[in-house]
């Protein structure tokens, strides 16, 4: 665990816990609890600690929430959860008790409250990391029916390894997931060739994932301009890199207009996008690539999926970051409520790892919201799957 979050919440207590026939009380921290959280920091960590600038970061902007416990007036530990926003993803940031209170059942009940609280903001996965050689709290965690799914190389400030851990609070949800291998864009404008590289990898294994790949695809599929800065990559362009490589592919598409046009003023750079769009589109015809010049529908989706395709999908990042740009994102799985997506861009100016980006949980009604882009409400999917025969003709 090791990130930044927090919040300034409700004051008044949520939970009273009797241990030892002394009342606990667990609450919502605020500033007044940043001399103890600073003291439990100073004796629980030895590195990697929160400063005191931090904690009030923590405590009055990010996306979180810090609960304390509290008996006869002292705060004896803390825990931090950290949420995302558009997704029904939560991350356990830290977890400490005060050296003088430990083996009194305190992060049992910090945790235990700490997911009711995570429910209660409609999250049904709660993950967290853990050093590698912390072996009391991962032996804590697994108890708590906590799982590993992941490693996270040279993650602490000595170099040490974290584990990835994870937690279902919702186990009525049985997700059907793919297992797509992660990749994190190192650049803003490379999430398509990071999700192509990721529905790649899933279906055939061999294939190497590194920047040089991604840098690759992106000089083969750029729309040349976008808002600022340099072109992100269109569905016409994606397609061609992925079937370029050996893997059949399919594009829907709601209109034949030219994607992202609006996104620049210039008249220049919209006839610039519309020529580099209109001959991604001629060399798809010649090689008899399927166009599907409509949306494609959930269930649709879903079908294609349970058949070994793999759906990129074009959103809006507005929901997630509040920023307007086009976005890919490669879907990994479904269930009754949500999609499940990995989301190659980890923002971490906020304190997000890859941990966060993994399998993110969306309601599926609220994908359906963010998956288009622009005024004109546009969107794209392509289905990559493996090569088998002829393809077929372009379909309007």
Excluded at 79 to 87: K, P, Q, R, V, Y
Excluded at 149 to 170: N, Q
Excluded at 196 to 208: D, L, N, S
Excluded at 359 to 372: G, N, T
Aim: glycine share 8%; charged share 25%; proline share 4%.
């Amino acid at each position: 665990m090791r990130q930044v979050l927090g919040i300034l919440g409700d004051l008044r207590p949520r939970f009273v816990n009797k241990i030892i026939g002394i009342p606990a009380v667990i609450r919502i921290a605020n500033l007044e609890d940043l001399d103890a959280l600073v003291a439990i920091e100073n004796r629980a960590f030895t590195i990697d600690r929160f400063s005191r600038r931090s904690f009030r970061y923590l405590l009055t902007k990010a996306n979180a929430v810090t609960l304390v416990e509290e008996r006869d007036g002292v705060v004896c530990g803390y825990a931090m959860l950290l949420f995302n926003i558009g997704t029904s993803l939560a991350r356990l940031y830290s977890l400490a008790i005060h050296p003088d209170y430990q083996g009194k059942g305190i992060g049992n009940a910090l945790l235990n409250e700490a997911e009711k609280v995570a429910m209660e903001r409609n999250c049904i996965t709660l993950r967290l990391e853990i050093r590698k050689d912390n072996i009391p709290s991962i032996s804590f965690f697994e108890k708590h029916d906590y799982r590993k799914f992941g490693v996270l190389k040279d993650y602490y400030e000595d170099h040490m390894e974290g584990l990835r851990y994870e937690k279902s609070l919702g186990p009525q949800q049985k997700p059907d997931l793919m297992r797509v291998p992660y990749y994190e864009q190192t650049l803003d404008f490379t999430c398509g060739p990071a999700a192509v590289m990721m529905a790649m990898k899933a279906i055939a294994p061999g294939v190497v994932l590194s920047r040089k790949l991604e840098l690759r695809i992106w000089r083969e599929s750029t729309t040349i301009f976008m808002t600022a800065g340099h072109g992100g990559c269109g569905p016409y362009g994606l397609a061609l890199a992925a079937y370029h490589r050996g893997f059949d592919v399919e594009i829907y598409v709601n209109g034949e207009s030219a994607l992202f046009i609006d996104s620049v003023r210039s008249a220049e750079k919209k006839e610039v996008m519309r020529l580099v769009q209109e001959d991604f589109i001629e060399e798809l015809h010649r090689l008899s690539i399927t166009i599907y010049y409509r949306a494609l529908g959930l269930d649709e989706m879903y079908d294609k999926f349970d058949q070994g395709g793999v759906p990129i999908v074009l959103i809006s990042s507005y929901r997630i970051y509040h920023e307007k740009f086009p976005h890919w994102v490669v879907v990994t799985g479904y269930d009754d409520r949500y999609i499940y997506v990995h989301d190659p861009f980890v923002d971490t100016e906020v304190g997000k790892t890859s941990t966060d980006c993994i399998d993110m949980p969306i309601l599926s009604a609220d994908f359906q919201r963010m998956a288009r882009y622009g005024k004109a409400g546009q969107k794209a999917v392509l289905i990559l799957k493996p090569r088998k025969g002829k393809k077929g003709k372009t379909h309007h």
